[in-house]
């Protein structure tokens, strides 16, 4: 079986997330506030960030790395649980990704991060994430039981999509000729 390793993609994740979080503050800075509204998921993910001071930026670039490691551990960990258990047919042996343990990976990896931050909210609630739940978590009204369930279909049919739409991505360029790059 191939296992997936994890140091390597949580670095590859942590400088993907590391570029997309310096665009951000790079056009932060170019237009106002109101012209960017990057600004409240920014403060919102990364706890105690704010635009104001340098080592709020490191705090953020921290906190990046934090969590590109949990989420690459976690998710690695998960796929290679699920890869070992659902073993690949002979025919499927040469394809590097398979639907089941990815979408059990993604969706476990939601569900785990899911109930964190909503315990986090629990405790913490002046910074509570509520703001976020409701606008990606569709039937999402607060920290009760009920949202609480929604919220947990949510994340598993978000799993269930990203793992239907990324494993045939991927295949197909795994298994496609790509010219060499000189």
Excluded at 141 to 152: A, E, N
Excluded at 160 to 178: G, H, K, M, Q, R
Aim: net charge negative.
């Amino acid at each position: 079986m191939h296992r997936i390793q994890p140091f390597p993609v949580a670095v590859a994740l942590s400088f993907i997330l590391l570029i997309l979080f310096s665009v951000c503050v790079l056009l932060h800075l170019v237009f106002s506030t109101t012209a960017w509204p990057m600004v409240k998921f920014w403060e919102v993910i990364l706890v105690g960030f704010s635009w104001v001071s340098t080592l709020s930026y490191f705090v953020a670039v921290l906190e990046i790395f934090v969590i590109a490691f949990y989420v690459a551990y976690v998710f690695v960990s998960l796929y290679n649980f699920f890869n070992d258990r659902f073993p690949a047919k002979e025919e499927e042996a040469m394809k590097p990704l398979r639907f089941k343990p990815v979408a059990f990976a993604i969706t476990g990896l939601g569900i785990i991060t899911y109930i964190l931050c909503f315990l986090f909210d629990l405790v913490f609630p002046a910074m509570s994430m509520v703001a976020i739940w409701e606008i990606v978590l569709p039937g999402f009204k607060g920290l009760d039981l009920k949202s609480f369930f929604i919220g947990l279909i949510d994340v598993t049919l978000y799993g269930i999509y990203i793992a239907a739409v990324f494993v045939p991505l991927y295949n197909n360029f795994y298994s496609t000729e790509l010219p060499e790059v000189k």
